[in-house]
Every structure is written in structure tokens, then in C-alpha cells.
């Protein structure tokens, strides 16, 4: 499927050399105020050949708001969103058109569809994530109305970890990182990788601050499964951590629990969530990302036919698609807590009659 989200849903279409991407944005309340400019900042974060960590490919993401909005506000009709594809350089593709590249989803998708896109890796292509970010500054916009937060930022390169959280400075750093006394290091990870012609995993870091007690529906469209969900979906995510996650495995039940007393909870190893719920605290999920697929070393492959090849890759790329990738995260973090809040309305009587009395 390519429709994401129950009440606040979205649906992304296009392919990386097509000639644009978009979303259509479902669900969204009327007369929310949609603020075009915000719109496009997300989509700038996102963006490519901003600095030399990042893609060399220069696209403006220049979006177009089609419908749904009117007066400035939300009419509660499907909001439609393009993003025309300007800078494809099509033929960097034509020596792998008929070859599976490592670490991409040519193979699978050839074996299952048969036909397949191959441009700049068709639909498979973290293009169309901008679509994505779209849409989640859509959800940010209403989570904003609500004083719900999202932030994001990088905590680790390439096993380079941020020892404190500062998502103030994420913003001036041109890979987002969340601690000024590792970016350095950080840094000289990605340049050692792509001057090597490699690339090198990292990990990100998303909070969900000032979320009301009670998003998520238990027992199958549990928050924390849905985060897991949302972020597992974002190309190149190989795993997510909520709270303490996989090192809770290792610790005591007194280590990992968080007491709570009447001013709330003393810790959050619980990364804000019990029982599927938010719990009022800091939700806190921690994204990771697996190096960039495309890389240029000489590569061992085959190609439609199963003959033996030598994969030599060209174009250009991004040497951590962690970096970019948060901000995609944070956006897919916006679009599940949007859903989960107007899930929640029919949950109680309580709730109903406050609407409808
Ligand atoms: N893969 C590349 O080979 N080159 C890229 O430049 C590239 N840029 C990406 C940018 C972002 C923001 C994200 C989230 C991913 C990027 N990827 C890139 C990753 C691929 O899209 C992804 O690894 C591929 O589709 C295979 O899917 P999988 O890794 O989820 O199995």
C-alpha cells in the first residue's frame, strides 16, 4: 500500500526521475491555518545538495498546494500536494538498468512486479519521502495548533555517539547533530567514508514532547508498534528503539522501571510509553539507519538474465542517508501522533459528549 495513517491519513505517489512526487493528506480538520511557508521549511530541511555530507543532486522541492485549502485554512477535503522533479540525470542509470544493485530494492522489486522504474531507482527512490515530510508538516501544523512538539536530530555516526541532546543547535548544524563535542568527529566519519567511495550508517533521534496521557489503541495499533511501523516504513530504517529499548534486555526490572510519584515519573526509561499508550512523558524513539546502498566500489552483482556482473555505480549520493533521514523520521513521528489524537475522540463518553453536547 501507499496510503499511510487511519483518521489523519496519507498516500504519496511518483518515482525518483518521473516527473513529480506528491501526497495527498486525508483527514486533516477544517480550518486548521495551513502556513505554505512552514511547508516548504520542512521540505528545505529535507532537501538535497545543501552541503558535502548530503546528495550532490540539487532539487529546489519547490511544493504546490492543489486543493483542500482555501482562505489559508483547511476546508477538511483531501489536501493534495506537488513537488516537480527538476534535476534527474537519467542517464547515470542506463550501465544499471538491468542489473540488481547491492543493497537496493532492485532485486525484489524486478522478482515481484516484473517491471520496474530503474531511473534513480524508481518508487524505491528516498525521493519520495519529500512527499512524506510534506505531508508531516501538514501533521506538524495541527500538532502545533495543539502544543504537541516533534524534533529530531543525529545521535550517532558511524558508532560516533552523542553523549547530551541539544535539539536547539540541530538546526545549525549541517548534519543535525544533536551534540556540538562529537559533530567534529561525526563529520570526519562521513567524509573518511565517501572519500573511500563508501558510505556509513548512523542513527537518529525522535521526541514527541507534550503529548496528552492515552494516544494509542490498544491492542493493535499500539503507539509504540506504530512509531515502529512509521519508522521501519522510511527507506534504509533497519531498526527502532523506543525508550531504553534493546538494553532494557539486559537490565533489572529496579534498573528499568520508572517510579512515579506525585510530581510524575522520576525516570523514562520507558521512552514515554506503557501499555501501548503515551504516559504524558517524553516519548523518545531512536531510529537506525544503515549505510547508503550506492556506493563507489567495484561490486559483485547479477543482472535480469542471472549472468555474473561487476556493478560499478555512478550518480550521486548521500553518504549517510541518516542525516536526511531524520528529518524524514521526525515527520512520520508528526503524522502518527496527528492520526493517533484523532483516533482518541471516540474513546471515551466523556470525550463525545464534550463534542456533541
Ligand atoms: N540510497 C542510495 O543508494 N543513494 C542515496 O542517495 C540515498 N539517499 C537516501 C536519502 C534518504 C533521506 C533516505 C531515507 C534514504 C536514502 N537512500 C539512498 C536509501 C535507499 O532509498 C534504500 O536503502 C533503498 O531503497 C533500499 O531499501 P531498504 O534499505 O529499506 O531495504
Known amino acids: 500500500s501507499n ?106 522489486y524486478f522478482h515481484k512486479y516484473g517491471i520496474r522504474d530503474y531511473r534513480g531507482g524508481g518508487r524505491s527512490s528516498a525521493r519520495e519521502t519529500a512527499a512524506r515530510v510534506a505531508a508531516g508538516a501538514v501533521a506538524k501544523l495541527l500538532l502545533n495548533a495543539l502544543h504537541v512538539k516533534v524534533q529530531s536530530g543525529i545521535c550517532a555516526i558511524g558508532g560516533i555517539e552523542a553523549q547530551s541532546y541539544d535539539f536547539e543547535r540541530v538546526s545549525h548544524s549541517e548534519i543535525y547533530a ?56 522510511i527507506n534504509g530504517v533497519k531498526g527502532v528503539e523506543i525508550g531504553e529499548g534493546f538494553h532494557a534486555s539486559g537490565l533489572k526490572g529496579s534498573q528499568n522501571n520508572d517510579a512515579i510519584t506525585q510530581s510524575g515519573f522520576v525516570s523514562n526509561h520507558s521512552g514515554g510509553i506503557l501499555g501501548g499508550m503515551s504516559n504524558g512523558d ?40 541518516a542525516v536526511r533521514g531524520s528529518v524524514v523520521a521526525e515527520s512520520m513521528a508528526a503524522l502518527v501522533i496527528a492520526d493517533l489524537l484523532l483516533l482518541n475522540l471516540g474513546t471515551s463518553m466523556e470525550h463525545l459528549k464534550q463534542i456533541y453536547m
Not at 514532547?209 to 521501519?232: C, N, Q, R, S, T
Not at 537506525?288 to 561487476?310: C, M, N, R, V, W
Open 3 to 108: 496510503t499511510f495513517g487511519r483518521r489523519f491519513c496519507f498516500t504519496t505517489f511518483g518515482e525518483s526521475h518521473g516527473r513529480a512526487i506528491g501526497c495527498v493528506v486525508d483527514g486533516v480538520p477544517a480550518g486548521l491555518s495551513i502556513d505554505e511557508v512552514f511547508i516548504q521549511s520542512e521540505l528545505d530541511r529535507r532537501k538535497p545538495g545543501q552541503n558535502k555530507f548530503a546528495t550532490a543532486r540539487k532539487e529546489g522541492d519547490k511544493v504546490e498546494i492543489l486543493s483542500g485549502v482555501f482562505e489559508g485554512k483547511s476546508t477538511g477535503t483531501p489536501i493534495a500536494m506537488v513537488i516537480f522533479n527538476e534535476n534527474q540525470k537519467s542517464g547515470d542509470y542506463e550501465n544499471v538498468k538491468n542489473l540488481f544493485r547491492p543493497g537496493h530494492a532492485d532485486f525484489t
Open 178 to 233: 544533536l551534540d556540538a563535542s562529537v559533530e567534529e568527529a561525526q563529520k570526519e566519519k562521513i567524509l573518511e567514508a565517501k572519500n573511500a567511495h563508501d558510505s556509513i550508517g548512523g542513527v537518529a533521534l525522535v521526541q514527541i514532547v507534550g503529548a496528552p496521557i492515552g494516544l494509542g489503541e490498544p491492542m493493535y495499533y499500539k503507539l509504540d508498534a506504530l512509531l515502529a511501523d512509521a519508522m521501519m516504513g
Open 282 to 321: 517524553v516519548v523518545t524513539c531512536k531510529v537506525y539507519f544503515k549505510p547508503t546502498p550506492s556506493i563507489f566500489l567495484s561490486q559483485e552483482t547479477i543482472d535480469t538474465e542471472g549472468h555474473a556482473l561487476t556493478c560499478n555505480l555512478k550518480g550521486r549520493h548521500d553518504p549517510c542517508i
